[in-house]
């Protein structure tokens, strides 16, 4: 389908008056994928999502919302209206479900448009802004800029139902539109008419940057796409490419989304590449007329009857080919020296870029936090021209990542790798004793392996797997299938003696093993274990095991009678409100009896006797959210009481109290170590923390020791 207008994007990013090289967060622009709702596949989405209210959150929050909010849009039906009314209200029911479950309560702001024909239709809820010059006039949105109950409506995830506005625009060539925070009214009406009507987009940045002490901001110029960009802008990230490059990863084959309707211009690199082409060219025009001018010295024109020296097809073969291979070779020196020179380009960028983020007061969290994200961003780009490394980037990005760390109460520790086991998946860690436990759940199989003395190491040749705690073992006439989680039983009731690792596998068979003599091993099939949905997790407590099955909303209690569980198990949750368990992933009980049950969403809750008590995480350093989590660790022990908590997402392990007041969180300095990060143990008197992740065990120090 033909394009109307094509739209010439660039952002601005002020923050503490200083204007940074990076896109703001919440900033994007997506054309319609070719599986886009029907009657949406012309249409061209622009949208930028602020801060809004007193704790802010990530810069992937802001990031991810945008990307929701254009995937949303192009699944829905219906009118252009219709479809962002969709994207307002399903946004504003997500956050209100998060801020009703969560301690941590979060609002943004949003602006948006859709670029339709030769219509702009703009949305907006919050404190978001827009103005639109259609090349003899401007108009704002809201109107009145001035008018502060206009334009600091109530964002979304304050009220059941989003207080959104929209407003249309007729396109024409050359329109040209600003959405932004409420910055846009620190500027009077004469400033506005002067910024928007320069001479080009990269002009109305420029001008904009020279009056503004904060801004987040998205430009745009809707032009008939025969037309060129004028001048560079730096471009910005496709929620379609992300899901490219996350297809690929997963093997699946996802058709390219088209690029006509909206068009990035050129990065700062582009510009200087063409300036230096133009350069080359005119230092290759002089080189060719110096050579002919040489020429005509050497080679002077023959008198009358005297030979020339030119007349000998050798002769004039050198004169021809000389001049070009001369050309040609200050050609492919120049172009050998261009990656150089675009390397070079980067690492001053990024050194002014890091002078104004030292230069930010440090009480100004926001700022900071921007202006160093942005740091390590040009350090990566810069990285990606010349992988080989420098070291005044490696330094730039220490120095920014230790004050992002200091700022959110990161400890970054030195992770040793202890032992990895082929082709493994580690689920589940247990620590007891010197010995480790890790449960591989891709081959269903629980391997042993030995620490040393100082719990930083482990004895050599000591990675032994369980024979009978494996898929397909046969013990005691049963046969093991998918196991589901391992636990240690120390009490003995229920099962075959004290001191025993026991799995359960989906089926209800219960296998434990002693440690030490490992084909010592008694198992056992659990009564009612038919009406399990989805059991996730297992644990001992004085005698009696617990299943924890969020697909029945429930967790099974068997009550031992001798070394056995003879019986169906009991409900923990009975009565009419029952809780629900859907979404756990992991539990674990106290010395006292209390359940802590850990959703996906990275929410905990706290059962006694099948009631809820008290429970909330607190004093989290905002912007540092527990946001998603898959397995955590309860310490009984009263040297180190609290939880270990993982989030995978960002590869951290939360520290907290039994009541979940944030202690601190733990981040490897090379966080590739935990892109796979499963399970997580601690031994309190060592003060060592053990994790899993995909294959390996780690192991880091919780605190320096004395």
Known sequence: ?????????????????????????????????????????????????????????????????????????????????????????????????????????????????????????????????????????????????????????????????????????????????????????????????????????????????????????????????????????????????????????????????????????????????????????????????????????????????????????????????????????????????????????????????????????????????????????????CERIRPQGDPILTAMRSEGQAIIDRLFSIDRREARPLAAFNNAALKRIVIQGLDLFVLDDRNDLVYRTTLATDGLSVVANSQQAFRNMRRGAAVGGNIIQDIIDITWADNGGGTTRENVLVAVDRNGVVVDCSPRVQDSCGAQVLLGSENWAEPVAATFWQGRLYILDPGRDQIWRYEPSGSSYPNPPTEYFAGQDRPSIRGAVDFSIDDNGSIYVLYEDGSMRKFRSGEEQPFGFAAFPDGLELNHANSFYLNNSPFALGLLIINPENRTIFDTSLAGTFNTSYRTFDEDQFALISSVAADADKRVIYATSGNTILAFERAPQN
């Open 1 to 381: 389908m033909a394009f109307e207008f094509e739209a010439l994007v660039g952002h601005l990013y002020i923050v503490g008056g200083r204007s940074l090289t990076m896109l703001p967060p919440g900033a994007l622009v997506e054309v319609a994928p070719k599986k886009a709702a029907r009657g949406r596949e012309a249409d061209t989405f622009f949208v930028l999502v602020l801060p809004s209210g007193e704790t802010h959150a990530s810069v992937q929050f802001y990031e991810q919302m945008a990307a929701s909010s254009a995937d949303r849009y192009f699944s829905s039906s219906g009118s252009v209206t219709a479809g962002l009314r969709s994207v307002f209200t399903s946004l504003n029911e997500d956050l209100n479900e998060h801020n009703h479950t969560s301690p941590k309560q979060y609002e943004a702001a949003m602006i948006c448009a859709v670029m339709r024909g030769d219509e702009l239709i703009v949305g907006r809820v919050g404190a978001g802004s827009a103005l639109f010059y259609n090349g003899a006039e401007i108009e704002t949105f809201p109107p009145d800029l001035s008018d502060d109950d206009a334009l600091f409506t109530p964002p979304l995830g304050v009220q059941p139902l989003p207080a959104f506005k929209m407003k249309s625009f007729d396109l024409r060539a050359g329109a040209r539109l600003l959405l932004s925070d409420a910055s846009l009214a620190d500027l009077n009406r004469e400033q506005l008419e002067e910024v928007i009507r320069a001479r080009a987009i990269d002009a109305v940045l420029s001008g904009y940057e020279t009056l503004a002490t904060r801004a987040t901001l998205m430009a745009v110029e809707f032009v008939p796409p025969e037309v060129p960009a004028v001048i560079g802008v730096p471009t910005g990230d496709s929620t379609a490419a992300v899901a490219a490059v996350d297809a690929a990863a997963a093997g699946i084959d996802l058709d390219k989304v088209p690029t006509s309707g909206a068009r990035y211009m050129i990065d700062g690199a582009g510009i200087t590449l063409r300036k230096s082409v133009g350069r080359i060219a005119l230092i290759l025009s002089k080189i060719a007329g110096l050579l002919g001018k040489m020429l005509d010295r050497l080679l002077p024109d023959a008198e009358e009857n005297q030979k020339s020296l030119l007349s000998s097809p050798l002769a004039t073969g050198t004169v021809v080919f000389v001049p070009i291979a001369v050309v040609v070779a200050v050609l492919i020196l120049w172009l050998a020296g261009t990656g150089q020179s675009e390397f070079e380009l980067c690492v001053q960028e990024t050194t002014q870029t890091a002078s104004i983020a030292r230069n930010i007061a440090f009480d100004d969290v926001e700022g900071t936090l921007a202006a160093w994200n942005a740091v390590i961003g040009e350090v990566e780009r």
